[in-house]
DNA sequence: GTCTATACGCCGATAGAC
DNA sequence: GTCTATCGGCGTATAGAC
């Protein structure tokens, strides 16, 4: 019976300590001493600390990819639409630090650039994707162009990706809570106000609503 | 004939620099490097670094504000709607990297943070009064509800105040062009693609498009 | 107002014993 | 795998001469 390696505590308590006060204050020292571990510890199983925040994107990836694994085919239910913004949300706020400092980890590090660029780009082109059909299930606005499916799919990128960031912002501290999760899904569909089909929208909604 | 003094020429450094690196990877020694003047010279003007940035939001704020100086009361106009995000957009560039590391410099810096929710706080009231009004003309959706107004002034302020940022964090540098920031306007007028008066819209996005 | 010189602390990272 | 000890570097900020 294995008990937990430090590396898994690291990333674990690195996580916690990261989204409680932003991954740039947070140092290799304070991580050791929350963990009550050696420097030369945390060392020996990572690099540096990109390498944690690296192995932490990983996660997050992994994660939010897999809230994504759907047959993307068939018909898209008011519950599958929900269900991708509510679960994705939930793992967003799991790995807050990564949106609320993300220029600046960006910046420090090519590689994990290049690879949230390229989750960017997926994510939207799945979002565009997830639109069209809804749109050719009847229950988005007109005959939609692509372009409109990508306007959609960014607009809402735009409002998922910094929600968590702008209640942090606009709230003193950082103690978000599940309800401000579900008013950010509120706001991402209001954005598709007027352009979904009502009984579809009506739907989706009471999806949100069972989430709170 | 007063020479330009240190005061000003430190901020109009600092704004450059941090636009450039983030706000947080400059530090003071770099802002003095590259003025070619002393540490004490620096600490004689301002009493630490968060007071340079302070100063700077401080100009921000007044830029900002004076981009919305108009009569509320008149109908408005589509140059006028185009106007408030033209404007207040080159502002937000100007300032970038205020919201670049938005989250950080905010927990550094509790009165900072505080006018700054102050000035969030009024930007939504004001686009939502915007939007109101726009409905009054008859320009905006049916009789819409204030809190569709409030929705709809969230939104675009999400999307107002993230643009840079997303720009920054798709391309690999930090240099932002022009059409770049168009893109963002018209972004901002997808959110209320459908909810707008058609010959509104297009007169708007005639506005945009001059701007560029 | 501006300089030189410097104190002090923290951070990232490593060496080497156990 | 984990520890102790430590190094070099950088960042903020101040003291005191000019």
Redesign the pocket.
């Known amino acids: 019976m294995p008990k937990i390696?430090?590396?898994v505590r690291i990333l674990q308590t690195s996580r916690d300590l990261m989204n409680q006060s932003g991954a740039q204050?947070?140092?290799?020292?304070?991580i050791?001493e929350a963990l009550?571990?050696?420097?030369?510890?945390?060392?020996?199983?990572f690099?540096?600390?990109?390498e944690i925040v690296y192995a932490l994107f990983l996660s997050f990836k992994t994660e939010f990819v897999g809230a994504f694994a759907d047959e993307p085919e068939k018909p898209v239910s008011p519950e599958d639409f929900a269900g991708y913004y509510i679960r994705t949300l939930d793992i967003a706020f799991d790995y807050r630090f990564l949106f609320s400092g993300l220029l600046a980890l960006l910046r420090r590090d090519d590689q994990l650039a290049a690879e949230y660029r390229a989750l960017q780009t997926w994510t939207l082109a799945r979002l565009s994707a997830i639109a069209a059909q809804v749109a050719e299930d009847g229950n988005l606005g007109g005959p939609g162009t692509p372009t409109q499916y990508d306007s959609i799919a960014l607009n809402t990128w735009l409002i998922w990706s910094n929600w968590v960031r702008h209640i942090e912002i606009s709230k003193g501290s950082s103690d978000v809570s599940r309800s401000d999760m579900v008013q950010g899904l509120h706001q991402i569909f209001d954005v598709l106000s007027g352009q979904l089909a009502p009984q579809f929208e009506a739907a989706v909604r009471a999806h949100l609503n069972q989430a709170e």
């Not at 204050?25 to 304070?30: A, C, D, F, L, R």
């Not at 571990?37 to 199983?45: D, E, Q, T, V």
């Not at 690099?47 to 990109?50: A, G, L, P, Q, T």
Request: a positive charge; glycine letters at 4%; hydrophobic letters at 10%.
């Open positions: 390696s430090n590396r204050s947070i140092s290799t020292n304070h050791c009550k571990i050696s420097p030369g510890n945390l060392y020996y199983h690099k540096n600390k990109e």
